[in-house]
């Protein structure tokens, strides 16, 4: 539609419905409903900012705060009656926009552009010709970088600028231009291509609303609250906001914020009247920021040390009744940067309130608050709010003739007062010479006091360092301990697997129960056991058929038993008395070959003398007890 006019109808996909509006530069795109076009309303910025030229969008359902059915407004304003078609539908829309029923949804900040310089692709993997690339890509977003500084430097254009540094130039750049985007045209132009990109894109609005199409609203702004304002700027910008009493307001961050929005954001906390930084000299984009909100710059006379902030932020969250979250770096200096304001301030703050309180006088102390924190001298800002709030405005009345006298006298009285106020100009002045010299003094002190503390870590340090090399010697001369025991292990195994090889001695495993020493072979035919168990005595005839072995070596004491036993199935059960081990490894004893076969005979012989001997008493005893028997039978 053009002036009222249909040109066209018909259907069309999306895409198509924004290339006809690329195409013919539409005005509005009007609908019933704006998420027919997309499901939210970061999609329809998306989808919108897309486009290099962006029609306003307009949903003509909603009338102030209310939302129609378009067949109602259709019906009421004699534009279709009953069940309105799709091309109908479309008609009344575009006809509704044009005179100039429902709302604009604004989805992005007017006056502002961002501008985005990045690469175009990443670069694969191939070793040095990988980053042989990346510096080529880096290296030419550098210069693209500069270039657009240099092009709105040279037409006077305001910007923001947020860059991300890498090794070898410029990964990504980030400018905010305070200008609109057909403002730019023919200034920047885009960029596609496979190594850098230029993207020329709208500002989205942090919280798009609807505005309607006959009456602007204007968005009033919360002057309730004057602010003192920290700000950390950088790819990540950080922002906190305090009152004049001390009490947080806002503490935020975000990625490439521009000075416009963190205005837009503090004009609906309050009325910033200082913009703090925690560096010296001050960025120039906390300059700008000061000077678009019309507030006084403060900057500390030297950077503060990250210790410094963390002590004040931390100071200020445990004595605050809210419950506070610093949440990332950039919180944490901007909050420190308006504390230091604001602990700078207090003084003179507190020294107003009491003033105006002493003085009895019905004015907002807030106003006067604000102007001392802009600067004002303290009865200057009294004078100044008094007037607007006290003196009324009225025409000049021409005074009486008896009046004169009166007025004469009330004159002098003026000149007096205006006297008193000079001289009390002066003392503030010599107090403020005095405050001066107290703060330089105060800050000599201070540097005395480090730079003692500074000495008393560093013999702290020192002596730390002693008690631990003390402490490292002790560990080395137990490690050295451990290497020699160990290396004295070594030698014993060497000699024991010299041995070994040459036959003098043999190896034998060690066991805690004979149990487990019946489950393996072994080559020596000789094991060592723990301890032998009562229970041990009945499974003894299973050895022989379980494990061919020729000596059994206990190393506790055992019952003889288990000796005779074990000797009826020529196996010979040792003490340690009996076969003295050379050495342990582990769990394998060795002994000396000769020593344990000379024991094994020995113990074998004293076995099988002893059951000889035993057996011959059996048998003398049988033979005694037979010749008894028989006597008694010759008898009977």
Known sequence: MVDGVVKERGTAALTELLALAQRVRADAIAVDNVYELAPSLEELQRLLNSATHTPRLVQVTVIGDKMYQLSSLAASLGLGSGKLSPEQAAEVCARLCFIGVGSELVLFESGE?????????????????????????????????????????????????????????????????????????????????????????????????????????????????????????????????????????????????????????????????????????????????????????????????????????????????????????????????ALNAYLRLQPKLTEAREKVRRLGLSIPLKEVEALVAKGFAIWDAIRQVSRSCLVPEHEQLTPRPAERAESAFVESLVDKLNDAYKRIQKLEYEKEKLLEKIKILENQYNKLLNLQAYEIRKEKEIEALKTKIDMLLKENNVLRGEIEKVENELLVMEDVLLKAAMGEVILAPRFSTIDRALSIPYASKIVVVGALRPEDLKNLREIKNKADLKAIICEQTFPEIFAIELASFDIALLSFNEAKPLARVKDVYVFRRDEVEKAISEKLKKLETAAKDRVRIIMKNILEDYKADRKRLTKS
């Open 113 to 337: 552009t961002r501008v985005v310089v990045s690469r175009g692709r990443q670069p694969v993997q191939g070793g040095m010709s990988a980053e042989r690339y990346r510096r080529n890509i880096e290296g030419r977003i550098l210069l693209k970088t500069k270039e657009i500084k240099s092009i709105l430097d040279s037409k006077g254009v305001d910007y923001d600028v947020f860059i991300s540094k890498s090794a070898y130039g410029i990964e990504r750049s980030v400018f905010i231009v305070y200008a609109s985007r057909e403002e730019l045209f023919g200034l920047i132009k885009p960029v596609y291509d496979h190594d850098i990109q230029v993207r020329i894109e709208l500002v989205e609005k942090r919280e798009p609303f609807f505005a309607s199409l006959a009456v602007q609203p204007k968005r009033t702004r919360d002057t309730s609250e004057y602010l003192i304002v920290g700000v950390d700027p950088g790819v990540t910008t950080g922002v906190a906001a305090i009152t004049l009493s001390g009490e947080l307001k806002a503490l935020f961050s975000a990625k490439e914020l521009g000075r416009g929005q963190v205005a837009r954001i503090l004009l609906e906390i309050g009325m910033p009247v200082v913009v703090a930084t925690d560096t010296f000299p001050p960025p120039e984009y906390i300059k700008k920021l000061a000077t678009m909100l019309d507030a006084v710059l403060a900057a500390p006379q030297r950077p503060l040390t990250v210790e410094e902030k963390r002590r004040l932020v931390s100071e200020y969250v445990s004595s605050s009744a809210q419950q506070l979250k610093v949440r990332d770096a950039h919180q944490r200096d901007a909050l420190a940067a």
